[in-house]
């Protein structure tokens, strides 16, 4: 597809002339940003707009590619499986498809897994936390500070962030019990283990629920003992440990599942996002004896495990393996961290943090408004990026794994130059 090419009119007359359209139709809670660009096609770790810009994608779908746009691979066998058949109902017309991915999937979550798909990260949170309440009996469900697990009732009591997920639209699920998260707006080891000893000796905890490392919440790491102690916590009081692995997962930090990194293994595991490349698919995966305790035709709908996400899902784990890219996020996170490290040291009282396991790096800017210079300014000169945490501060990269050595080298050409002039207008 070829280079990067700077441009002055972004977004576009054609990305503006769309934005300006959209709110005819489109209804204004799921509107894009007006300022963004409108894609016309991907490759890899290209987006091409419909006004003929070229950029490098940052954002890689919020997390859904891993393996790039339009991968080949994935592209291929979406259109043999779209042309064989779109859907039955697996409950109703099996087909192997289904296992194929099961399988796939158990052996890369530590094998021994059993495991179930469904349509979105928040269905598959769902999913695991009735999995845990039957399984337990118990009605009592943990979670974090800082946290996101998805939109519907029951993920908006687990997610934190009032502005813009939860306002408005109580009441939530009960019993749902909250923890700081070591390392998010001052939380501590201690502080967490005094309030995990209260909440789980007072209530009847199901499970915990729980990110690796924070996402949408900031790019937060706890640190290393956190989730070890997490799983003492469980273990010890009957509950189940539920890592939301959604957006962490499918090799991002360096491992398969971030969780691997703190040698836990969760009792249940939410996969989603990248998974099928941004097809709508998710799964739970989890220890046989618990996935195996609710009867048939408990857990389903009508779309879930669709042929066409499925086969994308195992396209997706192959090139995965073929590519190395688990090990490639590892490099990709000591290239980014170097990269902003340098700009740090360039530009004094930039930036205030750089963090994050493996190639999902945050990036803490000391200003909103100047990130939000640095990202207009990078994607003039043809990148797009995306931010994390309450105040919009950390820039998030959610990079295809795909991208290449030069690729990266010339985004980070791009903030260099964002930089240096972001940091002149703050003077
Ligand atoms: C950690 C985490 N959990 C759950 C979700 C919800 O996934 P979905 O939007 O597919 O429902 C997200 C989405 O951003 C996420 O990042």
């Known amino acids: 597809m070829g280079s990067i090419k700077i441009v002055t009119d972004v977004p576009g007359p054609r990305s503006s002339a769309l934005a300006a359209a959209a709110p005819a139709w489109v209804a204004r809670p799921v509107a894009p940003d007006p300022t963004s660009v409108a894609i016309a096609r991907g490759e ?7 006004d003929g810009n070229r950029y490098l994608d940052l954002t890689g779908g919020l997390g859904c590619l891993a393996v790039g746009h339009s991968h080949p691979k994935v592209v291929d066998a979406i259109r043999e499986q779209a042309t064989r058949f779109l859907h039955t109902d697996y409950s109703v017309i099996p087909y192997d498809l289904y296992q194929r991915l099961a399988e796939a999937v158990s052996q890369h979550c530590g094998g021994g897994r059993k495991v179930a798909f469904f349509n979105s990260g928040a269905e598959a949170i ?62 501590t080891m201690e502080s967490f283990e005094k309030a995990a000893r209260e909440v789980f000796a007072a209530h009847d905890i199901a499970a915990a629920v729980v ?11 706890p640190p290393p003992e956190f989730l070890p102690l997490l799983k003492w916590f ?17 090799g991002r930090t360096g491992m398969f599942l971030a969780s691997e990194r703190r040698a836990v293994r969760p009792d249940l595991v939410a996969l989603g996002k990248s998974i099928a490349s941004g097809l709508p698919l998710s799964a739970v995966a989890g220890e046989p004896d618990l996935m195996d305790a609710l009867n048939p035709g408990t857990l389903g709908g009508t779309y879930v495990g669709n042929p066409v996400a499925l086969a994308a899902g195992i396209a997706v784990l192959e090139v995965i393996d073929e590519g190395h890219l688990v090990e490639r996020a590892k490099r990709l996170g000591e290239l980014i961290t170097t990269g902003w490290t340098a700009i740090a040291s360039a530009a004094p009282g930039l930036i205030g943090d750089i963090r994050g396991l493996g190639s999902m790096v945050g990036v803490e800017f000391r200003d909103r408004e100047v990130l939000a210079r640095l990202r207009a300014t990078a994607m003039q000169l043809g990148v797009l990026t995306v931010t994390a945490g309450k105040e919009a501060k950390v820039l998030r990269h959610l990079i295809p794994l795909v991208i290449t050595d030069d690729e990266l080298a010339e985004a980070f050409a791009v ?13």
């Open 234 to 250: 469980t273990k010890e009081f009957g509950a189940l440990l539920v890592v939301d692995e959604i957006q962490t997962g499918y």
């Open 44 to 50: 890899g770790a290209m987006v091409e707009d419909v």
């Open 211 to 221: 990110e690796p490392q924070l996402g949408e919440g900031g790019f937060v790491v």
């Open 415 to 427: 903030f260099n130059e964002a930089a240096a002039a972001a940091a002149v207008a703050a003077v």
């Open 126 to 187: 769902e999913n695991a936390v009735k999995i845990a309440r039957a399984v337990t009996g118990r009605p009592g469900i943990i979670c974090f500070e800082g946290a996101f697990h998805g939109r519907t009732n029951l993920t908006l009591a687990l997610t934190q962030r009032e502005v813009p997920y939860k306002q408005g639209f109580g009441p939530f699920a009960p019993e749902v019990y909250r923890l700081p998260y070591p390392g998010f707006e001052g939380a």
